[in-house]
């Protein structure tokens, strides 16, 4: 009888554990397709826009190097957002999309966007960054 309740405990820990591996492949694999979807396809057409965060306000530059303090972009186009800031720590929040990234001085984190329908989209920020926090608002445009 003790034979066989050391076969089944073992069986049970080696099933789980291949279990656990087989599942953690998953799971790596999908995260990655999420953190970088260019990477996940093979269509690298992406348009790489930079966001820097000021007191109080956001500045997008354009890869020709237009500045503006709106963004805006086609629908169903995949975008890379290069998010930094030139002075405190700030976040770049999309509400409509669910979208939020932090903006970091002297620090660039990244952001896919791809939106499919055309609109108005507002842009805040989420971090407390001085008296003028409340000011600094944004637009995003789709247009199709």
């Known amino acids: 009888m ?20 087989v599942l953690s492949i998953i799971s790596a694999t999908i995260l990655l397709q999420i953190n970088n979807p260019v990477q996940a396809t093979t269509n690298n057409d992406f348009v790489t826009i930079k966001v820097v965060g000021h007191q109080f306000y956001w500045e997008f530059i354009y890869p020709n ?40 001085p002297n620090y660039y984190t990244r952001m896919w966007l791809n939106i499919t329908s055309p609109g108005i989209y507002h842009v805040y920020c989420t971090e407390y960054c001085g008296t003028g926090h409340h000011t600094m608002l944004s637009e995003i445009e789709v247009i199709s």
């Open 2 to 21: 003790v034979e066989v309740a050391k076969i089944f405990e073992w069986t049970t820990i080696i099933g789980a554990s291949a279990l656990f591996i």
């Open 65 to 104: 190097g237009t500045s503006k303090t709106s963004l805006v972009i086609k629908a169903n186009q995949m975008y890379l957002l290069e998010i930094t800031s030139a002075d405190v720590i700030h976040s770049f929040f999309i509400p409509e999309l669910g979208l939020k990234q932090d903006a970091y």
